[in-house]
């Protein structure tokens, strides 16, 4: 289980009382509904400063390379020919 630890934010008396009427309505503690609203678009943000987008000249380029041949690479060969060092392998 993931260790549980504490985010303070700062909000006037107006805010955090609005939040936590929309909670009550929800049925949600304060906690619970700022997290199903706060950590959908922080995985999403995230995820995206992750993808790799290419233009469709790029992609062309990039998947023109994954159809090709595989290179011989007699070095590779020769070491996955070899009998493993190690036991039950």
Same mark, same amino acid.
Request: charged share 35%.
């Given at each position: &289980?993931?260790?549980?630890?504490?985010?303070?934010? +700062? *909000?006037?008396?107006?805010?955090?009382?609005?939040?936590?009427?929309?909670?009550?309505?929800?049925?949600?503690?304060?906690?619970?509904?700022? &997290?199903?609203? *706060?950590?959908?678009?922080?995985?999403?943000? *995230?995820?995206?400063?992750?993808?790799?987008?290419?233009?469709? +000249?790029?992609?062309?380029?990039?998947?023109?390379?994954?159809?090709?041949?595989? %290179?011989?690479?007699?070095?590779? %060969?020769?070491?996955?020919? +070899?009998?493993?060092?190690?036991?039950?392998?």
């Amino acid at each position: &289980m993931a260790t549980i630890t504490r985010i303070d934010i +700062r *909000v006037d008396e107006e805010k955090k009382l609005i939040i936590a009427k929309a909670a009550e309505m929800a049925g949600l503690t304060i906690t619970q509904y700022v &997290m199903g609203l *706060v950590w959908p678009d922080a995985e999403r943000r *995230v995820a995206e400063n992750y993808k790799v987008q290419l233009s469709a +000249r790029d992609w062309k380029a990039f998947t023109d390379r994954l159809d090709e041949a595989p %290179k011989e690479l007699p070095a590779l %060969k020769s070491l996955l020919s +070899r009998e493993s060092r190690f036991q039950d392998a």
